[in-house]
């Protein structure tokens, strides 16, 4: 959903009929608002939307959808907007309407803690899930990131994020999405596209060829809904970590983790500590008892 900058006039006429068919509150060109979700870690600086717009449903992001396309204005979504580090909430260029999904869009619709998963909008944030799972048993969890506890499942299986335990493949671990296309469409994949699929969630792979991997990066459509599947919570959880002296033992220090995880000795991701080049594996220990 990518075009030219759109120019004032293209873009009044979008505010207008955005406010006109989901009211005032739905968009701010304010420069305040405009300021804030402009804000940027990156090299480049700041880069400011040309708006902010709130949809509260899947049909408010289809509508929205609609009304850019017809008066081309190009559209950046974003979930929770806490990409620290990597651009936080900003826009991929100037003049660009930022689509909040996380502002309204912050619920989780569904939650089988027989199957095990959860299925989530975008502004549900890893510390909103972690908390609703732990006030129905404590028994299922959710693999996490490096990232801050505001940040979202959703919107970091979007971005090819990955975590620490056996479910670290975020992607690998989603199963079934919710999109909006380019022509205002919804589009639900694998089992979702069948009607009242019960097993939308369940089966990643459905009838036809396997469309979510289209999603990831992209700029093929937004993403409303997501399913997750949950890990049993072991009995405790542990972390180990090994230190070398010197960097230049990066050799030696592939190939024990080589070693490590080809024998499936630790079932998790071995990571570096993003301020260190030293490893880090973290996994959980199934073998002990209480918590």
Request: aromatic share 8%; with cysteine; charged share 20%.
């Amino acid at each position: 959903m990518t075009a030219a900058n759109p120019t004032d006039e293209r873009l009044h006429r979008f505010l207008t009929d955005v406010r006109r068919e989901l009211g005032p509150d739905a968009v701010s060109d304010s420069p305040e608002v405009r300021t804030r979700y402009g804000d940027s870690e990156l090299p480049g600086g700041p880069c400011l939307p040309a708006a902010v717009a709130y949809p509260r449903s899947t049909a408010e992001v289809q509508t929205m959808v609609r009304l850019a396309s017809r008066h081309v204005v190009p559209l950046h979504a974003i979930s929770t907007g806490q990409n620290v580090g990597l651009g936080n909430s900003v826009a991929v260029a100037p003049g660009t309407v930022t689509l909040d999904l996380g502002r309204h869009l912050d619920r989780i619709l569904e939650f089988d803690d027989r199957l095990n998963y959860v299925v989530v909008e975008p502004g549900v944030s890893y510390a909103a899930l972690a908390g609703f799972l732990v006030d129905r048993g404590d028994h299922l969890m959710c693999d996490t990131t490096s990232g801050p506890p505001t940040g979202g499942p959703l919107g970091n299986t979007l971005d090819k994020g990955g975590g620490y335990t056996p479910a670290a493949d975020h992607f690998g671990n989603s199963c079934g999405l919710e999109v909006v296309l380019g022509d205002g469409r919804v589009l639900r994949t694998g089992d979702g596209a069948s009607p009242d699929s019960r097993t939308w969630h369940i089966a990643k792979y459905g009838f036809g060829p396997v469309l979510d991997g289209l999603f990831l990066q992209s700029n093929l459509g937004i993403v409303t809904r997501m399913g997750i599947w949950l890990m049993p919570r072991p009995p405790v959880i542990r972390s180990f970590f090994f230190i070398f002296p010197d960097d230049d033992d990066i050799a030696e220090i592939v190939e024990i983790a080589r070693t490590l995880k080809f024998s499936g000795l630790v079932p998790t991701a071995i990571k570096p500590p993003a301020t260190s080049t030293h490893w880090l594996p973290i996994f959980p220990t199934r073998i002990c008892r209480g918590r």
